[in-house]
């Protein structure tokens, strides 16, 4: 409900103050522009005397009211903001982490609950689940924590992840398993119980996390890049067959300063910049569960400091000689079977 703040703030008298008040506030301080009005807003309480925003807040519709969504991964970083922000915006929700470290070793239920405290502590619902996605069974505990408190599930948000960067070559077993059963076989694990539960009860959405290491490649992520692969092939699937259940499926590669990026070339020791902090990529992940992404389905958005784009998979016009061929007419043929102008190949390496 308080992300209607900023359109109120537009309503009121004197409404250009206080818009101004809250979008300085916001980029001067990093604050998302919704806490920055919500802030403005107190302030004009004091100054102006105003006292009908509190029927404004309770009387205008948040985009996801009445919404249960479910979270993972929501202790820290992204998903602690589109927790609270989904919150915000009307919806009951069930935080889930295991919190444990970026490495995925260690479980501290404290992560999910810290969220849960500040969401309630704001006027929000939420409850606190500290299940390992990774698992068949952790996914339907997650499932009926969200059933169990508030009766449904409209969103299901697969966000919980860990890194474990080396290159191909010194990628270990363990530590290629490890990043696979969180990243893939967790986002398995999450969906199929909410999947099933969807399907038998009107649809849903779900965005499923993807990364762009997976989609163009990192160096150093093998591991990481192979489960966020076919994260993305999770999706164009799963999209096809939840048109019939009104489910739809969105990837998400997103872009911020969390504790899985503080550490890359340029940042680290730095303030990180406000524009690369989660609460940036919070409002396009909310776009994609809500109602106004309409049917979009099957679609990744890049969503980061440099705002909102949608990533595909694109193909050349190639050879297509329509008859048996050897390789050296493809070696011949190469200007057809690659890209060559400079816009296709940003559009690949974007
Ligand atoms: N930060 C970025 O720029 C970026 C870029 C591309 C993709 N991503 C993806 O976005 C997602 C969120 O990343 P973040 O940067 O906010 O990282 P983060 O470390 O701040 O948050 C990830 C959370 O997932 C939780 N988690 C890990 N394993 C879990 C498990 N088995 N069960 C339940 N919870 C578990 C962790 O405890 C942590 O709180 C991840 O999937 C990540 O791969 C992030």
Known sequence: MVSRLPRILAEVTPSDEL????FRLAADHGFSVYDAAYLALAEARNT?????????EVDMAGLLDGKVAIITGAGNGLGEAYAKLFAREGASVVVNDLGGARDGTGADRSAAQKVVDAIEAAGGKAVANGDDVSTLQGGEN????ALDNFGRVDTLVCNAGILRDKTFANT???DWDAVIKVHLKGTYCTALPVWKWMKDNGGGSMVLTSSTSGLYGNFGQTNYGAAKAGIYGMVRVMAIEGRKYNIRVMGLAPGAYTRLTSDLPGRAGKEPDPLSLPENVAPGVLYMVSDLAADHSGKVLGVSSRGVREIKMLQTGGFQPGRPYTAQEVAEHASEVFFQNAEERTAQTA
């Open 142 to 145: 997650i499932l009926k924590t």
């Open 172 to 174: 270990s077993e363990a």
């Open 48 to 56: 102006w005397g105003l006292t009908a925003d509190l029927n404004w």
């Open 19 to 22: 818009a101004a008040a809250a």
